[in-house]
């Protein structure tokens, strides 16, 4: 699976870019293909090889395919061979419920991020592969921001005039004393992340179908993907996963104890983690700067909104970095505040939400009585967290 033609550091560090834009995830690939779109030169840097695993459910809700068709490209979870997710069954306690939703798609992010990647470059960014890149503070009375990438062990500086940080959950830009960079701070009670693939669903797993164990000690959900494995991505409680010997032995217990079958080996697969999900940035961008993604807060996700989130901060920060780089104005933050806030942070507040009430056993197994017998109680929460 090939990306397209990458840059070498020392190539990039002899122009002025318009737009520098740090992660290569959803909200770092789309703002730099929309970017790129409309007429910016553009750089896109990541510290990983691609096509490279994530921690994530894997699924795109129908928000997400929404904001993919319209920015052109309605085609890519299908040429990529997305499975179509029909159903959401949730369990706890030995009792399930099944609750049709409207239709996304399972992928992976190895393939749904490489193929943005390329989706960028086609576009005509500058792809810079296996590279970090940390944001320098901003010199006074300049009309750029200048990044330090470090490649091979080797270090180049680069400059921007204006500058997208989408690195993800545990980003971190240290050289900035203005606090521009400050990372996230995650929230007391914040369960961290984990997840695997399986290279192959066992009986009791099949596609079209969204499935999520829940417990006490945090939730585990599964969805088969293009090629045939279960993405497998958990939101769990620190200590129980200390108490349990590691993600994959409180993993198989929550989904023993939801009833759901066992599967063989799971212990043993590598599983990976990430920092604390429930997070929120101190500061959404500054001078010549905008953070989006992952890196401008999140809370625990649940069907797809993270990947929607990402997408849909990409879209809206995109127009405003392009009047950045024709001329900055400190109004374009106010701006990016006011709309991330609106379109992003009001639906993380259902998430939250619901988080919060899948952490109380009892409420979980009530509502899980009630689905069982009413499915279309969930139709509201679904149009507000899943499709709007």
């Known amino acids: 699976m090939t990306i397209g033609p990458t840059l070498a550091p020392e190539q990039a560090a002899r122009r002025l870019w318009d737009c520098g834009v740090i992660g290569a995830g959803p909200a770092g690939t789309m703002a730099a293909r929309e970017l790129a779109r409309g007429g910016a030169s553009v750089l896109l840097i990541d510290r990983a090889a691609f096509p490279r695993y994530k921690v994530c459910g894997g699924c795109l809700n129908p928000r997400s395919l929404r904001l993919l068709d319209r920015a052109g490209l309605g085609r890519l979870t299908a040429d990529l061979g997305s499975v179509p997710l029909t159903r959401f069954r949730v369990a706890a306690a030995g009792r399930y419920a099944d609750v049709p939703v409207p239709t996304g798609s399972g992928v992976s992010r190895e393939a749904f991020d490489a193929a943005l990647v390329r989706a960028a470059v086609a576009a005509g960014a500058a792809f810079l592969p296996i590279t970090t890149a940390t944001v320098l503070p901003a010199a006074r009375a300049t009309e750029r921001r200048t990044l330090r990438l470090r490649h091979a062990g080797c270090d180049h500086t680069v400059d921007c005039r204006v500058v997208l940080v989408a690195s993800g959950l545990g980003g971190k830009l240290d050289d900035s004393p203005d606090r521009d960079d400050a990372a996230p701070a995650w929230q007391p009670g914040s369960r961290v992340g984990a997840g695997v693939m399986i290279p192959s669903p066992p009986p009791g797993y099949e596609p079209h179908t969204i499935y999520m164990a829940c417990a006490a ?26 108490r349990a010997g590691g993600p994959g032995d409180l993993s198989a217990t929550i989904l023993d104890q939801a009833g759901f079958p066992p599967i063989p080996g799971l212990t043993r697969l590598p599983w990976k983690g990430t920092p604390h999900l429930t997070r929120r940035s101190p500061r959404l961008g500054g001078e010549r700067l905008f953070v989006l993604g992952d890196a401008a807060g999140y809370v625990e996700p649940f069907t797809g909104e993270g990947m929607a989130w990402a997408l849909a901060g990409a879209t809206l920060v995109a127009p405003l970095a392009l009047c950045g780089v024709r001329q900055w104005n400190p109004r374009l933050l106010v701006r990016w505040r006011a709309a991330y806030r609106e379109t992003v942070t009001r639906r993380q507040i259902v998430c939250r939400a619901t988080a919060a009430v899948l952490r109380h056993p009892f409420v979980t197994r009530a509502m899980i009585r009630v689905l069982g017998m009413a499915p279309w109680v969930a139709r509201p929460v679904l149009r507000v967290m899943y499709c709007n």
């Not at 939730?219 to 090629?227: L, M, N, P, R, T």
């Open 217 to 242: 000690d945090g939730y585990v959900g599964a969805v088969v993907i293009e090629d045939g494995r279960i993405d497998m991505a958990a939101a769990l409680d620190p200590l129980a996963v200390k």
